[in-house]
């Protein structure tokens, strides 16, 4: 342990035992553990592709749900959250249009306090796009078809924000 | 020889059932035996008391204890049994205001999402190979918030009498 003085202020650093690399010892992570680890997103891959379409489901339903329910605050958080795990997880299994759909999503969201009509629609944009994805797996950026998707919700984002 | 991993204990702190799976998935893949498994952070708090870990990979909103205070309670609690355990922060957030808050906390590594296997052993390797030194000062305790300034740090003082 050590004492220091930053900008004339005492602060102490502590370097305690490294008892994690006493027991894993030294040399990195196997190359093979990691093309095994490789292989789990693929195992996963179905189970993914199904929470995602209940999540897109229940996106869909939440926009309906808050076009007639505006100012239900539970609701709002439950889209939120169900575009912040999409985003969070498409891009791990090949999907990273559904990522950029859902940040595109959580950042819309993140910067509006009024839900109204223009809002809910960028939520059923958003979802509709991810269900394209996902139902005829448009891996990767998806060519034509991830750009025409990828279009479609600039364009109707930037409509919205009135640009 | 590469890291053998079969000799340590990991907790896993994530409320969606598939982010856990996935989690002790690649853990196992990699050769981790050992996995403590909870879905939000008091829990989690209690079982490493009973059972000590090695290292811990945590999701930042579970309910009703987060993993954020999670993270607050192993490092500043009296009664916290590893004030030292290495965490490592797995976010869809990766906003700057988020990542310092989270780093004010005393969260070691931060795993972005979407997460990979390349990605999940190159934070292992960190806090394995290059751990931080743990800093106390009047107001913080937790690992060393400047390591990646280069040394020279520009920033606001925020180190205070201890």
């Known amino acids: ?36 680890a490789e292989k789990v997103f693929d195992s996963l891959r179905g189970e993914f592709e199904e929470i995602a379409r209940g999540d897109v489901a229940k996106l869909s339903q939440a ?74 797996k448009v891996s990767g950026d998806g060519g034509e078809t991830g750009r025409q998707l990828v279009d479609m919700l600039d364009r109707a984002i930037a409509m919205a924000k009135g640009e | 020889m590469p890291y053998q991993l079969s000799k340590i204990k990991v907790l896993v702190i994530e409320d969606n059932a598939h982010m856990r799976k996935l989690l002790k998935g690649l853990l196992d893949a990699i050769g981790v035996r050992e996995i403590v498994e909870c879905s939000e952070g008091a829990a989690a708090y209690q079982a490493i008391k009973q059972n000590p870990v090695d290292f811990a990979l945590i999701d930042w909103e579970t309910y009703p ?35 310092t808050r989270a780093r004010d906390v005393g969260v070691t590594e931060f795993l972005a999402k ?28 937790g690992p060393c918030r400047r390591r990646k300034r280069g040394g020279t740090y520009i920033g606001v003082e925020r180190r205070t009498p201890t």
């Open chain 1, 63 to 136: 926009a309906a749900f808050l076009l007639a329910n505006p100012n239900d605050i539970k609701k709002r958080q439950e889209v939120y959250m169900l575009s912040h795990e999409l985003r969070g997880q498409g891009g791990s299994y090949g999907y990273p249009l559904v990522t950029r759909f859902g940040d595109q999503l959580c950042r819309y969201l993140d910067a509006t306090d009024i839900l109204d009509a223009k809002t809910l629609i960028i939520v059923k944009a958003a979802a509709d796009a991810i269900a394209v994805v996902i139902n005829s």
């Open chain 1, 1 to 36: 342990m050590s004492q220091g003085a930053g900008g004339g202020r005492s602060f102490q650093v502590i370097n305690p035992p490294n008892l994690l690399k006493q027991k894993v010892g030294s040399g990195g992570l196997d190359a093979n553990a990691i093309k095994k």
């Open chain 2, 65 to 99: 204890v987060s993993g954020l205070e999670f993270v607050r309670k192993v490092r500043t609690e009296p009664d916290s049994p590893n004030p030292f355990l290495p965490i490592i922060m797995v976010t869809g957030h990766t906003e700057r205001e988020r990542v």
């Open chain 2, 114 to 141: 979407p997460i990979s296997a390349q990605s999940l052993s190159q934070r292992i390797e960190e806090i394995v190979d290059r751990p931080r030194p743990y800093i106390r000062t009047k107001s913080y305790f």
